[in-house]
């Protein structure tokens, strides 16, 4: 049985450009100023004995490999919950070159959908996306 119309072509895995442990360390502590200023006084709310859902208890970031993640941690105080504590991710930075990054949510479908297109977006208007799309609302 022949496959008419079927040809192989070579298809490389895509280059991610290489950043340096100095510009990680620089932009985590740059990312970290900005959660402890914005963030956490914005979604860190004292726990409401009414309310007995969950409550985020840390926002935090961490690279894993060119990509620098917002995560948010759960406490579950329902009855019959799976896990008492879970973690979520609710935004990522990809590196693109020097103060070049592509901005990213993570959707319902469990998939990355990009904001930024092209070239990337500064560091800066990157976070202030994070703080002002409803996108980012880490819930």
């Known amino acids: 049985m022949s496959l008419k119309g079927y040809r192989w072509a070579y298809n490389p895995k895509a280059v991610h450009p290489h950043i340096s ?3 990680k360390a620089r932009v985590k502590e740059l990312c970290d100023l900005f959660i402890d200023a914005e963030l956490k006084p914005k979604y860190l709310i004292k726990y409401n004995e009414r309310h007995k859902d ?30 008492d504590l879970y973690k979520d991710r609710f935004a990522r ?18 998939e ?12 800066e208007i990157a976070l202030r996306n994070i703080l002002e799309m409803p996108h980012f609302i880490p819930m």
């Open 112 to 123: 990355w959908f990009e904001l930024t297109y092209g070239k990337g977006v500064s560091l």
């Open 21 to 23: 442990d100095a510009e």
């Open 54 to 83: 969950q409550k985020m208890k840390e926002i935090y970031s961490k690279w894993y490999r060119g990509f620098l993640h917002f995560i948010a941690v759960y406490k579950d105080f329902r009855k019959y919950r799976i896990l």
């Open 93 to 110: 930075l990809e590196y693109l070159d020097e103060d070049k990054f592509l901005l990213s949510y993570f959707r319902h479908t469990n």
